[in-house]
Each structure stands twice: as C-alpha cells, then as structure tokens.
C-alpha cells in the first residue's frame, strides 16, 4: 500500500526566500507524482507532475524533482512571495496496481510573511 | 480549456433532504471522480468513473449515490445525510491511465 509523506507539517518564511517542501513515498512503483496547491476552502490547483520516466519538472518559479529509487520528490519555490501562502500536497498516482488511486500526503502548510 | 466545473459552491441542507452535486469538464477525460475532503485534512476518494461506468467504491455509504449520464458530466446524489457528511466535495478527473488530475473548486456541503 502506497503512502505518502510530507515533511514538514508546516513552514513559515519571510518574503524573497527560497523554500524546499520535501515528499516522500513507499511504493517505488509509483506511475506518477503531481504537486497540488490548496487554498483554504477551495479546490486543488496543480502545479507540476512528474511522470515515472522523468526526474524533474519546471514551471515558472517552481522545480519539482522525483527521484523514485530512494523514493522522495521535492518541491523548490524560488523568490517566494505572500501569494504563495497556500497548503502544499504531494499526490502519487498508480497505487496497489491501480490506474485511478491517488495517494495524497498530508500537506505542508506555507506561510510566506511580508 | 483546463477547468473542472462544480455546483453549487456551498448547499447546505436539512438530513431529510435529498439534494445533488453536479461536476462537469470538457478536457475529453474518460475517468472522473469524487472526493471528500474535511478539514485540515486530505482528500479521500469515494468514486471512481471510467468510461461512464463505476469502477471503484470506496465502501461510500449508500445515502451517497453516483451517477455518470455521460463522459463530461459526473452527479452525486445526496439523501438523508447526517451531519458528519459536512464537508468540501471535490470532483476530478483525468485521463484513464495515469496522467495529470484536474480538480474543480469544491462544493462546501454543511448538514443541519
């Protein structure tokens, strides 16, 4: 059974640094690994994903990396901003052999301080 | 178009009620599904579409009714709730195998 852990629970920075939100999972057989943002109440916004056969993604100010043999993904927020204060989760995808189970982390709670 | 639509945003309804929750997408994803999420917490999976037909229950209760009538539209149907049902509903969906999930915004489901 797959699971997914994310590390830490929650992170508070000043505006202008750059952060790493660390994931983890159990499962190696993992068919992909997607990033999403939540803002309190809303839905879930994906930010990056990263198939089985790639190490790293790109998009804008944020590179998320998989490295499935020791079985963690980073997230790298660059120049963080206010705006970036949301919850953080890390989804891994293909879970016990099935093509529909999204396994998701607890999250990492960002606050980014002006 | 990358959107998942949902509605209403928020219901809130009595537990003698019976009440739905409409999803709809136009990326052309044949698997969608239905997610409740409580607070601080992540999402769970209740159901899973493929092809307009149910291919996982996570042993949802039966007050809780899916119902796919096409590949773009995905309902669930409410019917006497109990209050610990409150929560944010969340539907998805993506292509069958393994590729990028897209959420809509939720519908805040308060039961009184």
């Known amino acids: 059974k797959q699971e997914v852990t994310q590390i830490p629970a929650a992170l508070s920075v000043p505006e202008g640094e750059n952060l790493v939100l660390n994931c983890s999972f159990t499962?190696?057989?993992?068919?992909?690994l997607q990033w999403f943002r939540q803002d309190p109440g809303k839905g879930l916004t994906s930010l990056l994903l990263i198939q089985s056969s790639q190490r790293e993604q790109t998009s804008g100010r944020l590179n998320a990396s998989l490295d499935k043999s020791s079985g963690r993904s980073t997230l790298y927020i660059a120049a963080s901003q206010p705006g970036d204060s949301a919850t953080y989760l890390c989804?891994?995808?293909?879970?016990?052999?099935?093509?529909?189970?999204?396994?998701f982390g607890k999250g990492t709670l960002l606050t980014v301080n002006p | 178009d990358t959107e998942v639509t949902q509605t209403p945003k928020h219901l809130v309804m009595g537990m003698t009620n019976k009440k739905s929750l409409k999803c709809e997408q136009h990326m052309g994803h044949r698997a969608m599904y239905w997610y409740k999420q409580k607070a601080k917490k992540p999402p769970e999976l209740m159901f899973v579409y493929s092809y307009e037909k149910l291919s996982i229950n996570e042993s949802v209760p039966s007050r809780f009714s899916p119902e796919c009538p096409n590949s773009s539209l995905l309902n669930l149907h409410l019917h006497a709730l109990q209050p610990e049902d409150s929560a944010l509903y969340l539907c998805?969906?993506?292509?069958?195998?393994?590729?990028?999930?897209?959420f809509g915004q939720g519908t805040r489901l308060t039961v009184v």
């Open positions: 998805a969906s993506s292509q069958v195998r393994n590729t990028e999930a897209f």
């Open positions: 989804v891994g995808s293909g879970s016990g052999g099935s093509n529909y189970k999204l396994t």
């Open positions: 499962d190696s057989a993992i068919y992909n």
